[in-house]
């Protein structure tokens, strides 16, 4: 969100104090972000700790931080140097707070500097492994050998340790690689227990979280599942129904499953055909709610509408906004047919509430989602998110709880706009019709081949490119067909997946058999970046 970066942090930060009166029963590690690449990280390996975690920004005030009441509080690290004019620092009545802190990196050098010490450049920086020989195993390196394999990336370094603090730990660079002040709970080590590369950096975390800050172990998803179906029941009150918009995807399913737990009758659903669904997409979701679900879904075929404001569009963007702007004129039209309604309910999860706010800074829009920033004020609805401090596997855990059928679970993410964003150029019946075909043969045969589950997603798109084919001896001037599959942790960066060529031999030969008007077939060998995961 260019230009909004301080205004979506104050917003942030009321959220923040208004969520809390929710869930100031569950014991909680709040992380201050300075804006490290893995802030992120560290949250959620205190969740895997199965202590509840929240990532704030690194200058939430003092008050609001004393409202959230964490048990402990950490300090990530980040890209500044603190002695650096304009530096990140946090509210100085933090430190104040009686509460434990652990600095990593950044915020160990951040805890140095306030309580006194000296950060310096170092003579020489220090990227990758460390051998880090513990001085110290009492607290926060308890239940761990006498040394371990750690990972850095620094370039300043503590020089003078201040008062009242202790070596706990060093490495053959770094005599202050960890420190301690064991009286007043406060640590700050120079490496970062949150990767991977660390050994046993989740004890490290643990120890602080559980050990030193006394957060009970309470975090796991049918606490969530328990906690947030009684907030439901009391923000939504006994009388008062919710829309909630699905795609029978998991994100819209899980929240479906949930509000449905927790309100019954008073939610409807609404799940939208444009016309642009993989193939007989409407009847699988219609099916499944009805039949696994149990849950009231209307059904709209809205295709005629969305097909004709699409005709002989060909710009990505154009086609993201009509179909956005067209998705809100149907709910309103749902609305006012099957309402009245007080509530909409969406599928934020923790990823995009963060990415809208937090840590990132101005970025350049690359694609237009139409869910976000698309939801238009003339609903006059107020929007519940259930899932907004969730992470994308959380959610799936959640899912299945609440005995969401696997069939629903394991389908690949679809993009709202659909078959709109797989189909280059101008949408037209033949390209539909041969993007859907062509993907439900690339869909079925990575099932046959046990690859569907392995991959994050795989479908074929169409453009106006064609290619002579010879079919039983005739020529045919036909499309050429886009097969991508790739792989994906998050969406966020991707890479094409190493197929074996008798599985791509098959997907071609099944393609330009059975499409009709398909003669040519290519593969996807681009990452993200630089390519992105859909081509429009
Ligand atoms: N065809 C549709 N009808 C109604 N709402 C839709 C439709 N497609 C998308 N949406 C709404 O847009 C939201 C965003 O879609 P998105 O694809 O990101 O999530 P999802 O479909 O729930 O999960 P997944 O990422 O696994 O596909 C959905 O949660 C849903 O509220
Ligand atoms: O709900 C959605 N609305 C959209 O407008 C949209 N565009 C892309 N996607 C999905 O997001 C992930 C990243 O896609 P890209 O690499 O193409 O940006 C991939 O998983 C895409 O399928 C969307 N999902
Ligand atoms: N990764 C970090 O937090 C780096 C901290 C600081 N910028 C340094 O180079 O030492
Ligand atoms: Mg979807």
Known sequence: MPGCLQGCWKRLEAEIMAEDDNNNKIDKIVVLDFGSQYSHLICRRIREANVYCELVPYNTPAKALKEMDPKGIIFSGGPASVYAKGAPKPDRQIFAMGKPILGICYGHQVLVDNFGGKVKRAASREYGRAGLKIDDDSDLFKNLDTSINCWMSHGDAAEK???GFKVIGHTENSQSAAIGDHERKMYGIQFHPEVVHTERGMQILKNFAQEISGAKPEWDMQSFIDTTVKEIREQVGKDKRVLAAVSGGIDSTTVAALMHRAIGKQLSCVFINHGLLRQDEEKEVVRLFKEHLGIDLIYVNAEKRFLSRLKGVTDPEKKRKIIGDQFAKEFVTVAKKHGPFQWLAQGTLYPDVIESGVSKG???????????????????????????????????????????????????????????????????????????????????????????????QAYAAVGDDRAVGVLGDERVYGHVVMVRVVESIDAMTADWTRLPYDVIERISNRITNEVEGATWVTYAVSSKPPATIEPQ
Do not use: C, M
Not at 397 to 413: C, F, G, M, S, T
Not at 424 to 452: C, N
């Open 161 to 163: 340790v201040p008062d």
């Open 362 to 456: 101005p970025a350049a829009v690359i694609k237009t989602h139409h869910n976000v920033g698309g939801l238009p004020k003339w609903l006059k609805l107020q929007v519940i998110e259930p899932l907004r401090f969730l992470y994308k596997d959380e959610v799936r855990k959640v899912a299945k709880l609440l005995e969401v059928p696997d069939e629903l679970l394991k389908r690949h993410p679809f993009p709202g706009p659909g078959l709109a964003v797989r189909i280059i150029g101008a949408i037209t019946p033949e390209k539909t019709r041969i993007a859907k075909h062509a993907s439900k043969i690339v869909e079925d045969e990575l099932k046959a081949a046990g690859y569907y589950d392995k991959v994050w």
